[in-house]
């Protein structure tokens, strides 16, 4: 069974940081692109941020560039987003979410490209 349990959210001030993490358990890791996407009240889910599976490459929305990281270590089969500089329009539930396809050739922000999905943690930015 496979299971992505993400941690680490919490209410922090604007500007403050927090640093999400992921585990993914019952998969191989290393060969699968991992993304965060977020859902704030009464709005789509959307992407966040994604790293490939070597971990080399990265993309992020535009709103999150330059005060959010994605980062991976395949030996712990763990994912995490650092979150810096946050703003309340970053108050969402986070969720983690591991690549449907083995070897990727291209980091994809669709959500119909990644397979399996954790509960969410929520995070919540106050002004």
């Known amino acids: 069974q496979v299971q992505l349990v993400e941690s680490g959210g919490g209410l922090v001030q604007a500007g403050g940081s927090l640093r999400l993490s992921c585990a993914l358990s019952g998969r191989a890791f290393s060969i699968y692109d991992m993304g965060w996407f977020r859902q704030a009240p009464g709005k789509e889910r959307e992407f966040v941020a994604a790293?490939?599976?070597?971990?080399?490459?990265?993309d992020y929305r535009d709103s999150v560039k330059g005060r959010f990281t994605i980062s991976r270590d395949n030996a712990k089969k763990m994912v995490y987003l650092q979150m810096n500089s946050l703003k309340p329009e970053d108050t969402a539930v986070y969720y983690c979410a591991a690549g449907s396809d083995p070897y990727p050739v291209q980091i994809d922000y669709r959500e119909s490209r990644y397979r399996y999905w954790g509960q969410g943690t929520q995070v919540t930015v106050s002004s």
């Open positions: 790293i490939n599976w070597r971990g080399r490459d990265t």
